[in-house]
């Protein structure tokens, strides 16, 4: 409800400057790419003015460097949609006291290149390489029968002295 809230009281602001403002409706995509891997998402609020826009993402929580990525995801995806075709697409995320704006020269081959490999390896047959961790298991629903990689506590780290330094 907050998350609503929010979007209405940007979206408001917004229309007084942009000529054009969507809502998550009007701006949702779905890809899917030959791995079959689908790629689906809907930006808060989206402006054109000309042949420029702005994704818009709105937070009430905590910033997480996640929040980031998620934008990025939005900005690279839409320009494959017909309303959004090739055009530049900057974008913002807004927070409660802040904004952060990741430009549109962000979505650069190496993030391109990263997204499509955690696509691929998404839907990939065969399973990514385990990377167990105290914390990471602790948000794990598999089992240990399921997982024998799963660890309940953190190995101690054994200190060894050296003379080099
Ligand atoms: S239980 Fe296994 S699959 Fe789950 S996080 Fe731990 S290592 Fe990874």
Redesign the pocket.
């Known amino acids: 409800m907050n998350h609503a809230a929010r979007i209405g009281e940007v979206g408001a602001a917004l229309e007084t400057r942009s000529q054009t403002v969507l809502t998550e409706r009007q701006c949702h995509f779905s890809l899917r790419g030959e791995s079959g891997a689908m790629l689906a998402g809907r930006p808060d609020l989206v402006t054109i003015d000309d042949d420029q826009g702005v994704v818009y993402d709105i937070k009430t929580g905590q910033p997480s460097i996640a929040d980031h990525a998620q934008l990025m995801i939005y900005m690279y995806a839409l320009p494959h949609v017909d309303r959004f075709r090739d055009m530049e697409l900057n974008g913002r995320i807004v927070y409660r006291d802040h904004d952060i704006d990741i430009p549109a020269t962000a979505i650069d081959n190496s993030f391109r290149g990263n997204l499509f490999s955690l696509l691929r390896r998404v839907v990939s047959p065969d399973p990514p390489r385990?990377?167990?961790?105290q914390l990471?298991?602790a948000?794990?629903?598999?089992?240990?029968a399921?997982?024998p990689?799963?660890?309940a506590f953190e190995p101690e780290i054994e200190t060894t002295d050296v003379p080099d330094f």
Request: aromatic share 6%; net charge negative.
């Open positions: 385990q990377a167990p961790s990471e298991c948000f794990c629903d598999l089992t240990p399921d997982c990689q799963r660890i």
